[in-house]
């Protein structure tokens, strides 16, 4: 009941005090609000256990080689590898294996691409889950036309289907194949983050997939009970050991490494996801300090107050209470508000939350989320409430009961605490502007990098090729007709002709598209096969002779694929300045003979120029890259046509018009030639370069909102100190003036006290803000030593003249004091 | 009711030590309306608050009603004070952001009391000082003198045997002021023992003891014609 009343009391000393109260509501909100945004973005997409039974025993199964770790490493694991792990490991119960497809869907509407996971029979129930609808795949399905069965994602079946309840038994193509719908997968399914994609069996009976040297699946185990990640780990590396005896030659020499698969899926957002969730709570911390140093200046105002209660017999813990419970009640309404501000902050940062973390379009405000902003409710009030409290409850009532207590001064030890509290809310928000101003340095760096391409006036587009089968099962001779000829050329050409184009080209991967990569080792004519341990990579590519124009990759040395390069004459190759950077930067690599197939005409590629290095992806340098004349290849001489060529293409049309008018015409076009290839996310290139800037961009805009944010705190913290000992200090102004001090005196005398606080708190930022940069330094790219320095400088001047400016108002005062009213009021 | 033996307080200044209180002995009997007089710095307010234990800085030997204070705890003295003692200030010291009633419910509130009970005990006491029509209003709302009744009110609502007021007029008007040491009367006749503190001889002459306070020691009490003979051959 008692705490009734102190409720009540604390909300009419608020209502009393509405600066103070919105200032310290507004405050905590923010801080609150900030670290509830980041638990909520951590916890979905960090913490929580995915959807699938006992999820902590799946673990992802890949292989690197030995210089590289699985996050770098490109290629997938063999069938007949991931069959030995499933018949021969102990400390797996289950290994299930899958790979992407992107077939055209047909026997619907309207036809339309959609990601195809075909994987093992045993991929549902390693995951442990049901379809909702229907069944999923039995074990005999996993080959020849028992594999035409198909289970959809919910997502799928939405976009597909319409949610058609009576899907089951219903026949859809998959790249004109027929196969009959068996399942629905439940809504709360999604699998690499997401439910928009079809599972179909793979057939494992094509002897194209039985190749040990190469492999396309990605594969997930289930761990026995009791069985550890390290523990499978081991055991895999002791059967690649057997089979590296077994099959000399075909079982690739590389590391096997089992890592938790939640983890997996997260390895690449953990670093930047948690390092931004420590700045979070720097500026909750920030938060709280600041309301602590506004308590406690209130608590000296409220002595009379204090002193009276006591005097009627309030005890040292009935006095803490209800201080503590006014805190409280302060910290839930800036609760409150902070979930407000999370709702908002989730809303508007979908995109980017969906663009950057698997499951990040689902990261949303639950039961998790309300507990934890109680939580951080609570344990804000304690952190800022306890201290104003414990001074309320131990303050001497003979002081407090003085006349004028609330005007009378402060020990030195309370004087002392408040130094601290502004001293340490200098430094936080100089290491959270020194923070923001590395990552917005960072960004600005990353847009001033040459993209080594030209975007503007240039319109691209994914084209989506119709398939017969898997393309990696389609390697080989084939008597299939070439896409070149079949599409390629024909829709070029009737491109170029339209209004306005200048030119018009074609490429396997363009720049700055990350999604799509094949990687394969560098083998040099002449030069003996590299040992795995020294073998050099290259991004291989093709591209037709005008795509260089199209796109605006300018030629550094050699020539382009020009005329001569004609499907009898030698394969011609261009290479960008990171190949040759990685081959030997001394030497120039044109005329070099480099291996494009196992055998045949083809079996050497010319390099013929070098070009300059158009961006892959804006957050890491140019990796080296090998692009083979499109013009020249067939299905029939080249091993890699198949691989490059057989179900994805950039189209890249120049203009001197606005690109976004040409997308009509394009789309008609190709589509005259062939209705079956898709045609997505046809768009200025330059929306492209803008899009990929976007999370980086907004990744430094909040960044730098907290950063600001932090900077009004520590001012507000500075100006609120100052202000009060002027307060306190008034009768002295005016003893000095009147005894003939200059204004400026005073103003010097109260401004003094502003820079050394500033100075001090400064100094420890700047330590604190050279110890994090150090360890964060691995995790940034484009920024080095030199760069952390000019942004602590210009960061330290910035929080100079704020602060400066924060301690002059209060100084201005002071120095206006009139004599006369200071003594009177003495 | 109060036996002080060789009271003693000082306060430590940079020189040494500055002496507010020196060797007080003094018995106050339950019934008595004692007034404590002196020219200001005297030391009247120090002896009020070491008797009102506000402060326990003091030196000597101080027994209420036969026990120990000295003796006692800082818990056990705060227990004490908030059994047997009342406290009416000059500046009335009540809280500005409580009304009449919550003001006078406050020394309750501080002694677990059940709600009801206390709820009836300041209808009583609201009554009881003609203040029913101002319960629901807050101190800035009340004149000087409505304001020490106020306080006056908060002071006796839990019955303590033992009221101590410093300067309780020194804020009001001769009119305010007269009512206040009428209702003082008031209190001691139904049984209240009071010590003020008063530099007002008018007010001085509603209590039935006069004690004085000079530089730290008490140098008369009417009650004592011993001490004020011992005080005049010292000064002799």
Redesign the interface.
Known sequence: ??LG?DLR?AW??LR?SPGFAVTTVLTLALGIGATTTMFSVVDQVLLRPLPFDHPSQLVAITEASYEKDAATSGGGISLPDAEDWQTRSHTLQAVAYYTFNMPIVGGIDHSQSKPQLPSSANFLSTLGVQPALGRGFAATENSAAASHVAVLGAEAWRTLLNSDPKVIGRTITLNGTPHTIIGVMPESFRFQGGSDFILTPLDISQKVIQDRSGGVLNVIGRLRPGSTAEDATREMAGIKQQNLRTYPGKERDTRVLVENYARSLTRSVRPGLLTLNGLVLAVWLLAAINVAGLLLTRTQGRR??I???A?????SS?LLRQFLVESFLLSLVGGALGLAITSAALRVSRTYLANTFQNGDTIHIDATVCVYVLVASCVSALLFGILPALQAAHLP??TG?R?GAAGAGTSRRQSMTRDAIVTVEVALSLLLLVAAGVMARTLFEMQRRPLGFNPEKVVTAELMLPQKNYWFVSAGPSNAKSIVTALIEPMLMRIRQLPGVTAAGVTTVRPLRTNWTFLDEVRFAGHPKPDPHHAQNTNVRAATSDYFRAMGVSLKEGRLFSADDSVGAPLAAVVNEAFTRQIDGARSPVGMQIEASEAGAHKYAAIVGVVADARQDMNESVKPELLLNLGQMSPAVDDLYPILVSFHLDLVVRAQVKPEALIPAITRIVHDLNPAVGVNHAEPMQTSVDDTMGSQTLAARLLTLFAVAALVIAAAGLYGLLAYQVTQQIRDFGVRIALGAQRNDVLWLVLRRAIVLMSVGASLGVAASLGVSRIARGMLSGVDVQNILLVIEAVTAILAVTCITAGYLPARRAAQTDPMQALRHE | MIDIRNLERSYKTGAGQTWVLRRIDLKIDRGEFVTLMGPSGAGKSSLLNAIALLDDQWLGEYYFDGDPVHAMGRKQRAELAKRSMGMVFQSYHLLDELTVAENIDLPLSYKNMPRAERQALVADTLDRFNIVGKKDLFPSQLSGGQQQLVGIARAVIHNPTLLLADEPTGNLHSEQAKEIMELFKELNRQGTTILQVTHSETNAAYGNRLLEVRDGWLVNDSSNPRLNAAQESTTR
């Open positions: 009941m008692e009343n009391y009419r000393q009393r009379r107050e002193a009276v209660r005097a009627l017999g309030a005890g009935r009532i003979l009961l006349e």
